[in-house]
């Protein structure tokens, strides 16, 4: 089973790479449930399984130069929830990047993903912290894309949704109000993570919008 490609672009090379845990980099080692992956080793903020995710995204960036040497000096990068928040984490520090899209991306504004109603993995850190606060408080502040987002020296594109059951959308704004003025783009969706009747029209307006950012 490959990557859905709904991507517009016809001249680029395109690597999916699969985090730890997810996808086909499955492991016993590590839950693949999103509620359960999003705290695994969260007690130990150096072994936290986010922090493996950033060294798989900086990891896959040396693949694809070492694949694809012309493509240095062009690499964007983009991701949606998930993969979003671990670029909006990993992109800031690596200088390879030139350009980034993220679609309602996760890890915004911990102390609000741990506060507001959500169905997606903040849910599973919202149990976790009843458990364990203490490691919680300790470790998240170094795993917040709305902090890194103040670290960026490249244009992004943020797609913020204003209504999504999985990413509550205040921390998908918090990630985008972060980013420095000059560099940052803006597209409202009405919705993430839910199908609505004008879904079809939302994914295309803004797969066009994404093709006129990175060309």
Same mark, same amino acid.
């Given at each position: 089973m490959g990557p859905e490609i709904? /991507?517009?672009? *016809?001249? #680029?090379?395109? /690597? %999916? =790479?699969? %985090?730890?845990? $997810?996808?086909?980099?499955? *492991? =016993?080692?590590? =839950?693949?449930?999103? &509620? $359960? +992956?999003v705290v695994h080793e969260l007690e130990d903020r150096d072994r936290y399984v986010l922090a493996g995710c950033v060294d798989d995204f900086w990891l896959a960036v040396s693949a694809l130069l070492e694949l694809f040497p012309s493509t240095a000096g062009a690499v964007g990068a983009l991701g949606v929830s998930f993969s979003g928040g671990i670029t909006m984490l990993a992109a800031p520090w690596d200088s390879r990047i030139r350009r980034v899209h993220v679609e309602v991306p *996760? %890890?915004? +504004? &911990?102390a609000l993903r741990l506060a507001l109603p959500t169905t997606g993995s903040g849910a599973g850190l919202q149990a976790y912290a009843g458990i364990n606060a203490t490691a919680v408080a300790r470790t998240l502040p170094y795993f917040d894309a #709305? !902090?890194?987002?103040? +670290?960026?020296?490249?244009? !992004? &594109?943020?797609?913020c949704a204003c209504f999504d059951p999985a990413v509550a959308p205040p921390g998908q704004f918090a990630i985008y109000n972060a980013l420095p003025p000059? $560099?940052?783009q803006l597209v409202v969706l009405v919705a993430g993570h839910h199908h609505f009747a004008g879904l079809a029209d939302q994914e295309a307006a803004l797969l066009g919008k994404v093709n006129l950012f990175f060309s």
């Open positions: 709904s /991507l517009p672009f *016809t001249d #680029a090379v395109i /690597l %999916f =790479p699969c %985090f730890r845990g $997810l996808g086909r980099s499955t *492991t =016993p080692e590590i =839950p693949c449930d999103p &509620q $359960l +992956h *996760t %890890f915004g +504004h &911990q #709305a !902090v890194a987002a103040r +670290h960026f020296k490249v244009p !992004v &594109q943020c797609a000059d $560099l940052r």
